[in-house]
């Protein structure tokens, strides 16, 4: 070797060895050096699971009370997977009763009380306090009531009750006519109790539970920022081989305690559950109220959210048919129809659907999913968890007109509509610029800021296409909604 061949090898071996010296060792720790490692992309306040749809299946119009089951509302209006009970109604009493004339007083007693279910929906939403009513009426040989006169109330009800006894038929008495009094005894409907609120599914969404965000002092998420980047060698380790985005909803008490973490995003149980585990022991400085913070994790690539279908009751649907969470297949070749679903799920219900599965299928599906206090929509992906999509109706969903952009899609095709003016623009779901200047175009037109996306699951179109409508929602950072009706033509 030449004297300049081996200066020159020894200068490599010294730059070596600098750089062992200076470059950073990799590891789990979260230091962000390994490409693999987790990293926090932020923490902020949840925003709320949508709840308002502009777009959303019919109001029920009912003065019912919702019991969650699955029938349909009277006047074939849908109830999205209620039943409805009748309401209370006023109890009505009959005090006393005199005949004078043939008609036989226990008979006439009967045909009186065949009527009083009448008779107490007269008073139902006629009386604040008891009442008692005095009435008196003939009766003809044939049996039918003439001169009716009803005194001891004011308003409505006396003409209500009226009404009802005069269209009561009467036994004949071929021995002549009768004269009835009687005295009724009307109580108002006991108070309906408001019913308690149904217990927060365990399945994930990326929405808080709440239907309102709660304020957060800015301390408090910086607080939990930290908390969660001194623990990410602990949260890397949870993640395994996996790679992919999560969101952790984050229930904040007022001691500054976690109560609850919800995790998802990567679609594989065994990384959620270690990872909500791990993030339920943090703590911050107690914050000014409770709160629900939404805090984004990494590993790798960012990726799109996807389910994790072993937390959820599940429906599948493909281009042909649609199969229950118990099991029970649906061709929609078949003119029958299923019903409304009436199972329960502590999770909540998913719609699962394969790409190719029409928007007349999901739409069915969809309804099927709807009665519960928690659906969500995902589309199938080849090599990984499904996609997902958005948060479905539910027996909870009203519809308004506020804060929500409506996305339609027919034949590869979405357009916009809004509670202001309707951009005239179109956009091919293929085209994601396109997607994203229209979605732009609408947020400008919405009269009151809209924070929400409602996707209509009403049109001509295949479950990929919800998949790149909604990424552009997101995209725009706008919650997204899955309803039941499109835009207006």
């Not at 923490?43 to 019919?58: E, H, L, N, T, Y």
């Not at 022991?281 to 072993?310: F, H, I, M, N, Y």
């Not at 296409?465 to 929602?473: E, I």
């Amino acid at each position: 070797m030449s004297r300049r061949e081996g200066v020159k090898l020894a200068l490599l071996v010294v730059l070596a060895a600098c750089q062992s010296k200076t470059e950073p060792t990799p590891t789990a720790a979260g230091s962000g050096s390994a490409a693999t490692a987790v990293q926090l992309t932020a923490c902020a306040v949840a925003d709320p699971r949508p709840s308002k749809m502009r777009f959303g299946f019919p109001a029920v119009t009912d003065g019912a009370v919702p019991v969650p089951t699955g029938d349909v509302g009277s006047k074939g209006v849908r109830t999205r997977g209620a039943r409805f009970a009748p309401s209370p109604q006023a109890s009505v009493v009959l005090t006393s009763i005199e005949v004078t004339g043939a008609l036989d007083k226990m008979v006439a007693r009967r045909y009186v009380r065949r009527g009083m279910g009448q008779l107490g929906a007269c008073a139902t939403p006629a009386i604040p306090k008891d009442a008692t009513l005095k009435m008196q009426f003939v009766i003809d040989k044939r049996g039918v009531v003439n001169t009716v006169r009803a005194t001891g109330v004011e308003g409505a009800l006396p003409a209500c009750a009226t009404q009802v006894i005069e269209q009561t038929k009467f036994s004949a008495a071929d021995s002549g006519t009768s004269q009835i009094t009687l005295v009724l005894r009307f109580s108002p409907p006991p108070a309906v109790a408001a019913p308690p609120p149904p217990a927060p599914p365990t399945g994930w969404t990326p929405y808080a539970v709440v239907r309102a965000p709660q304020p957060a002092d800015p301390s408090t998420i910086e607080a939990m920022q930290t908390e969660v980047r001194a623990h990410l060698a602990e949260l890397d380790a949870c993640f395994g081989a996996a790679r992919g985005s999560v969101r952790a909803m984050i229930s904040i008490t007022a001691d500054g305690h976690v109560q609850r973490a919800r995790v998802g995003g990567l679609g594989v149980q065994a990384p959620e559950v270690c990872l909500e585990r791990a993030i339920q022991k943090l703590a911050v400085t107690a914050p000014a109220a409770p709160v629900e913070l939404a805090c984004d994790l990494v590993r790798g690539e960012p990726q799109p959210w996807r389910v994790t279908r072993e937390n959820y009751a599940v429906f599948e649907v493909d281009a042909t048919r649609m199969v229950r969470p118990d099991g029970i297949a649906h061709a929609f070749s078949d003119p029958g129809d299923l019903g409304l679903w009436t199972g329960a799920s502590p999770g909540g219900f998913l719609v699962l659907a394969t790409p190719d599965a029409p928007g007349s299928a999901i739409e069915r599906t969809v309804v099927q999913a709807s009665g519960g206090t928690l659906s969500i929509i995902a589309v199938t992906a080849t090599g990984g968890p499904p996609v997902f999509v958005g948060v479905g109706p539910d027996v909870e969903t009203t519809i308004d007109g506020a804060g929500n952009l409506g996305i339609a899609v027919t034949k590869g095709v979405a357009r916009v509509c809004t509670d202001g003016a309707d951009p005239a623009q179109i956009a091919r779901v293929v085209d994601p610029p396109g997607l994203d200047a229209l979605i732009a175009d609408g947020l400008a037109a919405c009269r009151t800021p809209c924070t929400a996306a409602s996707v209509s699951v009403v049109g001509d179109y295949v479950g990929k296409d919800l998949v790149a409508v909604t990424a552009a929602a997101r995209r725009a950072k706008l919650a997204t909604i899955v309803s039941g009706q499109g835009c207006p033509r």
